[in-house]
């Protein structure tokens, strides 16, 4: 029996002591730390590794089912329910009524705003930008805030001859700030909300941690603003206009040369299979098929795409003339350079939802498709590793950064198209009349939801409907909203919670954390698990970290006998801070790949950042609850 003090009286505190687990247990409580683990390696896709763990969960408890007083206590099919659970439902609504928001360009005017502002007085205009992304992220996804942003930001920064690096990084720790003060924030705010609701337990309304967050947050902005800038070194953006372009040009086969004779595979072999040949003309009027068997003539010519080293290495090497593609009487010397008019070069960030997520550039057919010919790749998770072999074979990760050449024309269509980012803040973004009405559609759905009229997912389903109603969103575009990963994520965790709970797993580990804390005071158990939270957010998914926290939240205030709702929140909170790594959130892998951040820059905003806000919410949610 513990005694501690709260506002003036002591009061009793009461718990058991842990009890052992059965083999139910054991297994489950391996199989999370498996889970975990698993949720950590890149290598594996997180789709992948959720549905293992899924086939594990309902294989292990059909095969061996769970029985209490002879009773199946916990059957396989009750993990299935996460599937129509109804915190996912409203996910994946928000998902796409926000996609909506992008598609119509209904926040371009906030992108003219911040423009404007950067030209004039950027550091006020730093304040502003971060304030409006907390704001904005308060009511939609910040993946497509930061997105938005990051081009403008970009350009305007440059134009200002403002660090880059000194923007980028507390814009998007600003989105994750402004994202936990609302119940649809998150998608980790609407599932610790839902789990708490499933349980019986307290139901939050929307704007009910508003204050704590507001408080403790407005801190975390004022450090964003005033204080990080100074800590971040100037980091250059990591695919520079450095990189050698690719010419477009044409090597005339003579005679008594190595390809005089040659078949085009014999060529090809020479070349050590590097070279690539677009098309072959033995006339002005005669172009041959790129057939290996096809024997080059004197006089043919071999129109080529490479670096001006390459080119005139294949030049000796098959005893040709290297011309320009656009002038074919001046061989190519130092009178006579290599040009390539009209060319730009553009870096692409990859994003979850992009068509070149998890694929490589052959299979995605991306120079077919987009008229761009890829030259190099920054690796965000590897940002010191070279990348070896063929570029267009590689797969393609979330935070990439590509750095393609193409005519203007290409990379306009390529930007316009909204499927792939182009860090390129100087053309206008999409604009269209629906703009208005995708804007009073998700307002309604705000609206309605905060005013207890409807539930979020109930509100964001409608929502969703008058957007595809109104054309503010096609089906397709809808479709490509929802991230296959992040359901699955969600899925599998809600499983796991649900086998933590059914074994009373999470009851075992509350209890023994209890154990272990039991000297202290409430309030700082309640600090000590806000900061375990913390801590696992950024190693795992702040998902999994979130629904795999909730039960043992519950537990841990039950063992107490205190309210539920701080420690519920300290998971929410918790499970948000995901400040210190740049894989403990999406956005942070794009803010790395656009801002040239190396990792140690993130530990050196994101830790002091972490600590101001826990801190923060140790002293607050004591008051407020009354601990």
Known sequence: MIWDTVGGRRRERAFLNPTSLDVHGVAVLVLTVVALFLFTRDRIPLESSSLTILILLVAGFTLF????????????????????????????????????????????????VVSRAWANRPVMALIATLAAAAVLSAFMNNTPIVVLLMPILVGASLRAKFPVSGVMMPMGLATIIGGMSTTIGTSTNLL??????????????????????AIVGGVGILFLWLIAPRMLPDRTPPMADTSPRVFSAQLNVKEGGFADGATLSEVLAKADGNMRIDKVQRSDSLFLAKLPSVT??????????????????????????????????????????????????????????????????????????????PLALHRARA???QVTGDLNLIRLRAGDVLLVQGTRDAIASLRDSGSILVLDGTTDLPHTHRAKRALFVMGLVILVAALGIMPISVSALIGLGLMIATGCLTWRDSASALSIPVIMIIVTSLALGKALMGTGTAQYLATGFVSGTSALPTPLILSAFLLLMTIMTNIVSNNAAAVIGTPIAIGIAQQLGVPTEPFVLAVLLGANMSFATPYGYQTNLLILSAGGYKFSDFMRVGIPLTIIMWIGFSLILPVIYQL
């Open 383 to 385: 940002p010191s590793s």
């Open 192 to 213: 610790v909300v839902g789990i708490s609701q499933d349980l019986g337990l307290h139901q939050f309304t929307m704007f009910e941690w508003v204050l704590p967050v």
């Open 65 to 112: 089912p769970y029985e209490r007083d002879g009773e199946v206590a916990l059957q396989a099919t009750d993990f299935f329910a996460g599937f129509g659970n109804e915190a996912l439902v409203a996910i994946c609504a928000l998902m796409m009524v926000g996609k909506a928001l992008e598609t119509t360009g209904a926040l371009q005017p906030l992108a003219h």
């Open 296 to 373: 080059l003539q004197p006089g043919d010519r071999l129109f080529v795409k490479d670096t001006p080293e390459n080119l005139k290495h294949y030049e000796q090497l098959l005893g040709a003339t290297l011309f320009n593609v656009s002038d074919d009487e001046h061989p190519v010397d130092e009178q006579t350079p290599l040009k390539a008019e009209g060319q730009q070069l553009a870096e692409i960030v990859i994003t979850r939802g992009s068509p070149l997520h998890l694929r490589s550039l052959a299979a995605a057919r991306f120079s077919a498709s987009y008229g761009l010919m």
